[in-house]
């Protein structure tokens, strides 16, 4: 049994992918953003006029990525309590990892999934982190 799954809540997904897919009682995430829904301003950070990056806050991006993969479980049927494997990228590992598993420690203090960090240069849209889950459902 499969089945795919839109947010109502979350950022549309900015190519053909769901945001998420049940198989069982897996649920497997796409890749999740900081964006926020209906538009394409994306928390923490400032694009000159050609859309590149001049400057950005890995914090603020770090929660509303958080926030949006929270979104996505609970509409789904899962939660945040749920989450069994997290792969992070990351754009900027010298600069931002420190920040960023601060504040990761804050929002799993009570949930330890598997976890994996990557730095890469880029990803499709002018962002510094994005998330890829995995989660059960009850």
């Known amino acids: 049994m499969s ?6 809540k979350a950022p549309e997904p900015v190519g053909l992918y769901p945001h998420a897919r049940r198989v069982g009682n897996l649920l497997f995430l796409s890749g999740v953003g900081p964006r926020e829904k209906g538009t394409k301003k994306i928390p923490g950070v400032e694009l000159n006029e050609q859309g590149e990056i001049t400057a950005y806050d890995i914090e603020i991006q770090c929660r509303s990525v958080f926030n949006n993969v929270k979104l996505i479980l609970e509409e789904a049927g899962s939660s945040w309590a749920n989450l069994v494997d997290v792969t992070v990228f990351l754009t900027n590992m010298k600069d931002d990892f420190k920040k960023y598993n601060e504040i990761y420690a804050e929002y799993f203090k ?3 999934p598997c976890r994996t960090t990557c730095e890469i240069n880029c990803l499709p849209t002018p962002i510094a982190i994005e998330l890829k889950c995995i989660a059960t459902i009850d």
């Open 3 to 8: 089945e795919i799954i839109n947010s109502s």
């Open 110 to 112: 009570d949930n330890l």
